[in-house]
T-cell receptor
Framework: TQLLEQSPQFLSIQEGENLTVYCNSS?????LQWYRQEPGEGPVLLVT?????EVKKLKRLTFQFGDARKDSSLHITAAQPGDTGLYLC???????????FGPGTRLSVLP | GAGVSQSPRYKVAKRGQDVALRCDPI?????LFWYQQALGQGPEFLTY????????KSGLPSDRFFAERPEGSVSTLKIQRTQQEDSAVYLC???????????????FGPGTRLTVL
């Protein structure tokens, strides 16, 4: 059983469209991170959220941490081909614990 | 270099062969992590070092897996008597901070893709 679930598993959209991907768990997290991983590379950290209800923006990306700190979403506005990649969420149940990764959402943005 | 490097990038091993995977973290980084990423999955934690001390090896799947970081910089992950289920990408990450691990940014290397025939 996955501690973290991500949906959708795959997403293919046209350039310029908006999209939202989700990260859900039955566990409460002290912090949650989002990463993007491109083929043949390691994951690159996009954001860390620590407060329930927190919203962070990174250019066209908006990250939200659920009020109960059990879930998170990533919204991309006007997607571009450069956004293509595997989006991973990772949560730490307790401060000082290792992050556990979800299975990822594989996004493909077509020109 | 400026980032985390790993070698080799690709390794093909025959079942039963021993392999050694190397990680060069960012200079000065205290913490070093190893992860295993199976095809289509997220990374799974294997082990964690703070300097030369291996503080957590709870993720190592069997006693065939062994990791070391003798001088607190370069680390080696060794897999003995490889099995087909060991086929995966092995990722190394380093972090500038030690102690508690939450909130610390981990910088990942490109990984070593291991294929066991």
């Amino acid at each position: 059983t996955q501690l973290l679930e991500q949906s959708p598993q795959f997403l293919s959209i046209q350039e310029g469209e908006n999209l939202t991907v989700y990260c859900n768990s039955s566990s409460v997290f002290s912090s949650l991170q989002w990463y993007r991983q491109e083929p043949g590379e390691g994951p690159v950290l996009l954001v860390t959220v620590v407060t329930g209800g927190e919203v962070k923006k990174l250019k066209r990306l908006t990250f939200q941490f659920g009020d109960a700190r059990k879930d998170s979403s990533l919204h991309i506005t006007a997607a571009q081909p450069g956004d293509t990649g595997l989006y991973l969420c990772a949560g730490a149940v307790d401060y000082g614990q290792n992050f556990v990764f979800g299975p990822g959402t594989r996004l493909s943005v077509l020109p | 270099g400026a980032g985390v490097s790993q070698s080799p990038r690709y390794k093909v091993a025959k079942r039963g062969q021993d392999v050694a995977l190397r990680c060069d973290p960012i200079s000065g980084h205290v913490s070093l992590f190893w992860y295993q990423q199976a095809l289509g999955q997220g990374p799974e934690f294997l082990t964690y070092f703070q300097n030369e001390a291996q503080l957590d090896k709870s993720g190592l799947p069997s006693d065939r897996f062994f990791a070391e970081r003798p001088e607190g910089s370069v680390s080696t992950l060794k897999i003995q008597r490889t099995q087909q289920e060991d086929s995966a990408v092995y990722l190394c990450a380093s972090s500038s901070l030690g102690g508690t691990r939450s909130y610390n940014e981990q910088f990942f290397g490109p990984g070593t893709r291991l294929t066991v025939l």
